[in-house]
């Protein structure tokens, strides 16, 4: 699943979450706003780690909010927690 959409796009956020973690529910205006900071297109992909145990066991996900993002293909940031839109714009482009 995440193998196919990472592979698809060239720039792929991941948000790790549960419907459970309030913290979780804060994220989604932030990643609503997140595009329109950014000078390249996005693709943000959310995962419930509660339907998907195997995946999110695979990558470590112990806690969340957990956002990746993959460019290219390959992981090459994570972060536990949240940021706001414009902060997480900025650590974005810096991976472009």
Known sequence: MLGEIV??????LVDFYADWCEPCKWIDPILKELPGKLDQD???QKINIDEHVALSASYDIKSVPVLMLFVGGESVWRMNGFLYAKEL????????
């Open 7 to 12: 592979a698809k796009h060239p720039v792929v």
């Open 42 to 44: 996005i693709f943000i």
């Open 89 to 96: 714009a900025e650590k974005i482009k810096e991976h472009f």
